[in-house]
């Protein structure tokens, strides 16, 4: 698993977000590092594209350029045609959701993540930081072999993560294509 961090603001309370939940991840041994990979555009994936062709689930965050951070469709778009897949990806906005990028990224047939996790309207850190947190927490024990996730698995772990949000009330509605 990796944890890419798009927000370009080192100092900023996303930064921090990122970071908090890239070290909850290694610490629960799902990561291989405590630290997300912080980009300030889709040009810095290139230095981490061995560790990203290695992990099996990629965690994205990244917003728009208005609010000088890197563009979310840029990185998505570098993911699909510089790593192979396939791979298990979670998208999360920062600050603005675009649903419009959402559809397509929810709609793509394309090899590179056929098992897709992202939020369906706008999400706030914390209901972000929960869902995440059960949905790979649940696929790590229910996963059967190191590196292998099924669409099933998946789908499971979602339906955890997303009855957890409801039984605390949290209104935000993250969706999956497994």
């Known amino acids: 698993m990796a944890v890419i961090d798009g927000s370009a603001k080192p100092g900023g309370w996303e930064a921090a977000f990122a970071g908090r939940l890239a070290s909850t991840l290694y610490r629960r041994g799902l990561d291989e590092e405590a630290t997300p990979l912080a980009v300030a555009g889709p040009q810095d994936l290139e230095g981490y594209a061995a560790r990203l062709g290695r992990a099996n689930c990629l965690v994205l965050f990244g917003a728009d350029d208005e ?6 469709r840029d990185l998505w778009e570098w993911l699909r045609t510089h790593i192979a897949g396939p791979k298990l990806l979670a998208v999360a906005w920062w600050q603005h959701y675009d649903d419009g990028l959402s559809q397509e990224m929810f709609n793509d047939s394309g090899g590179f993540a ?9 999400a ?11 949905f790979f927490t649940e696929l790590d024990l229910h996963s059967e072999a190191e590196g292998a ?9 979602w339906s955890k993560a997303r009855e957890l949000l409801r039984r605390r009330g949290l209104p935000s509605e993250f969706s999956i294509r497994a």
Request: glycine share 14%; aromatic share 12%.
């Open 149 to 157: 996730i099924t669409g099933r698995m998946a789908w499971f772990a």
């Open 67 to 72: 609010h000088g951070m890197v563009r979310l």
């Open 114 to 122: 056929p098992l897709f996790t992202g939020p369906k309207g706008p």
């Open 124 to 134: 706030d850190e914390r209901e972000t930081g929960l869902f995440l947190l059960k």
